[in-house]
Structures are given as C-alpha cells and as structure tokens.
C-alpha cells in the first residue's frame, strides 16, 4: 500500500508498469479496490500507470470540509510532484475527465497529452447527468435507475427481452461493499456538491496539449451533443466515438488501444 501527503491530503496511490508515465484519473466513486480496475487493463503493459483514489474516496483521507475542482486537479499536480514527474500523459475518465480539464488549464506544464473520456465541460457546453439530483436512491434502485441512463440502449424493451443480464447489471450497481466505512458517505457526498459546479466551458480554448476527446455513442451521462461540443472548443481537439455507452472503455475492446495509440504520438 502506498500513501503519498500531496496537496496537504494523504493521498493512496498505485503505480505500475514501464514506458511513459501515464496518469489515469478516475470516476465519480472511483476506489482501487474496486476490480477490476485500470491496472488489470492493457495500459500498464505500455505506461509507466499510476492512479489513485481521490479525495474523500476509497483508501485517502477524507476532510470534511467543502472540496472543489480546483482542490481535485491541484490534487493531481501534487502527486504527479510527489512521484518525481514533471509532466506526464493523462486519462481523465467522466469525473475524472472533469478534473483532467482543470489540470490541463491550472498545471498546463504538466499535461504533455490529454485523453478526455465520456466527460463534459459544463456550463454553456453541458453537464453531465445530474448524480447530486438521485443521492436519495441507493442500493438496487439507484441501479435500475442509472443502467438505461449510462447505456441508452439498455431501456425497458431490452431489459425485458434480457432479464438476466438486467439483473446482473443491477446487481454490480448496486453492490458498494466499502457503504459502512467511516466518512464513505460524507466523502462520496462532497464530490458530487463539487462535481455540480464544475464549468470549465469559458476556458477550454486555453487548453494547449494535444487532446483527444473519447466517447460512447449511446453514453446518456455524457452526452454524444456534448462531446462534439467540447471538441470544437478545444483547438485542435480530436473526437472519436466507440460503441458503447459511459462504459465504453470496456464495451468496446478498441477504445483503449485507440487511446494509447494517441498518447504514444510523438
């Protein structure tokens, strides 16, 4: 297990692999300890991986005090300093995508190549799906609430016609086996009230590294309108959509290797 003290947080971290350093930036909720997660993917076959769980989530401390965008992406800058990396290649995944944004415009240095996958800028560009609006619902209702949201092709019809899919996807929905720990919920709870106010719009011209924006074409929390948006505001950016809803990294077996394909350009 490793900790790391960066930006006056106590920071858990995992790192692995060889090539270049590679920062990867998780989700709402995101915690290592979930599997799999991003270390039993192909990344760390061709980056030297480093993720971790991010304020008020998982295995880092968790203040209970306001957080804010600016917080989670000087968060980031912090630990890259801690690990020794002047700059590095970065995934930001929804949430985590939102971070990426503030990074790459706070810690522009730091940022050689930027992948934004199933995100949104907010403001005049979108938002992604409101989380802090459905707090209320847990366990298997929160689930069957968010799977024809998070997969648009996963509506009523279909889950009648697939029952037993429909009750596996509920059931992976619904498990949270950490739910007891202290500050789970105090934690979980701060970043959606941080997630809520992040805008980035006005500012994503000042985004300067090469950026590829990644997509899921039936992804209902980050919308395909708002993608195309957001490419249009980045200079330069590319925009790629694969099949696949929020979790198209794992619905569609090319994205990640499209991915990496475009942090190893030189």
């Excluded at 706070?106 to 989380?131: N, Y």
Aim: glycine share 10%.
């Amino acid at each position: 297990m490793a900790y790391a003290q960066a930006n006056g947080v106590r920071i858990y971290f995992e790192r692995a692999g060889a090539g270049p350093p590679l920062l990867f930036i998780s989700g709402t909720g995101g915690d290592l300890r979930m599997k799999p997660n991003v270390f039993d993917g192909p990344l760390a076959k061709s980056f030297d991986l480093l993720a971790y769980d991010q304020r008020g989530l998982g295995q880092t401390e968790k203040p209970d005090v306001p957080y804010s965008m600016a917080d989670y992406a000087d968060d980031a800058a912090a630990l890259m300093a801690d690990q020794g990396w002047n700059e590095a290649l970065v995934i930001g995944a929804s949430f985590g995508g939102m971070v990426a944004q503030e990074l790459a415009l706070r810690h522009p240095m730091r940022v050689k190549r930027l992948v934004l996958a199933c995100t949104s800028p907010g403001g005049a560009g979108g938002a992604s799906f409101p989380f802090h609006e459905i707090e209320h619902l847990t366990g298997e209702a929160r689930a069957r609430h968010m799977i024809p949201i998070s997969d648009t092709r996963r509506d009523e019809p279909w889950a009648a016609a697939h029952p037993d899919q429909h009750r596996l996807f509920v059931a992976m929905g619904a498990a949270d086996p950490y739910a007891d720990e202290p500050g789970h919920v105090m934690g979980a709870r701060r970043q959606l009230a941080a997630r809520k106010d992040h805008d980035t719009w006005d500012r994503l011209p000042g985004i300067a590294c090469p950026t590829l924006i990644a997509a899921g074409r039936y992804d209902g929390i980050a919308l395909p309108a708002t993608q195309e948006k957001m490419a249009a505001r980045i200079p330069g950016a590319e925009l790629t959509f694969f099949d696949g809803g929020h979790m198209f990294m794992i619905q569609d077996r090319t994205a990640i290797p499209a991915m990496a394909a475009f942090l190893s350009e030189a």
